[in-house]
């Protein structure tokens, strides 16, 4: 083999070495383009803020009343990433109640946890309610009264929070019988029962201008006993 063959044979080596590691890198190239678009993607959008930019607009318009565009328009949620995230309008809404009873309501309670003094404790706790809930309504309660039978998840969020709430209102008032603030004959479990019925229909009270006056005569007979 001449030193011609010899060169040729080198280039072209050359050659087809150079070509197979540019087809990998390539493939590797295209491959790892490919992963990133299979990975999901960080959302452009915080879901926080998506709910607090609704709840005006569900707390005005409520479920029926509410259109979609109504919707994209306040919260500035892409179609595409509404539908990819929350399935449907239902399901959204639903998304909602729970951060509304988390943000919101929840929030209330610790008027009522480790209380001393049940009495003012429970008044309090009423009356941070009512500021929520004035002059806009209590979205959970509107929610549940248009959507409670079509949605099985808006009624077991409504009902895992008013029994919650029942149970801090035994606590509470049992707290109020170790110190001798209640009277031993008081049915603790009743009374808790009927303060989380009276959160209930504090928001159709205090639409009807009357609530603090309701709640202050409810509290007040109950510890006078």
Do not use: W
């Amino acid at each position: 083999m001449n030193k011609n063959v010899y060169a040729l044979v080198f280039i072209y080596t050359t050659i087809v070495l150079a070509v197979r590691l540019n087809l990998g890198l390539t493939l590797d190239s295209a491959s790892n383009i490919n992963i990133r678009r299979l990975m999901p993607r960080k959302p452009k959008y915080r879901l926080d803020l998506v709910f607090e930019y609704a709840i005006p607009v569900a707390l005005k318009h409520g479920y029926r009343g509410c259109s979609m565009q109504d919707l994209l328009t306040k919260t500035g949620f892409n179609r595409r990433a509404f539908y990819l995230e929350f399935g449907n309008k239902q399901g959204f809404y639903e998304a909602l109640t729970k951060h509304y009873i988390t943000q919101y309501l929840q929030p209330l309670e610790t008027h009522l946890q480790q209380s001393e003094h049940a009495h003012s404790d429970i008044s309090n706790y009423f009356l941070a309610y009512e500021k929520l809930i004035v002059n806009k309504g209590c979205l959970l309660i509107n929610l549940l009264l248009e959507m409670g039978k079509q949605s099985k998840a808006i009624q077991h969020a409504g009902r895992q929070h008013y029994d919650r709430l029942q149970q801090l209102f035994i606590s509470v008032l049992e707290r109020a019988k170790e110190h001798g603030q209640l009277a031993t004959s008081v049915d603790i479990e009743r009374e808790a029962l009927q303060l989380s019925f009276l959160t209930q229909g504090f928001a159709v009270s205090t639409a009807l201008e009357q609530g603090k006056e309701d709640i202050k005569t409810v509290v007040d007979a109950l510890f006078s006993t």
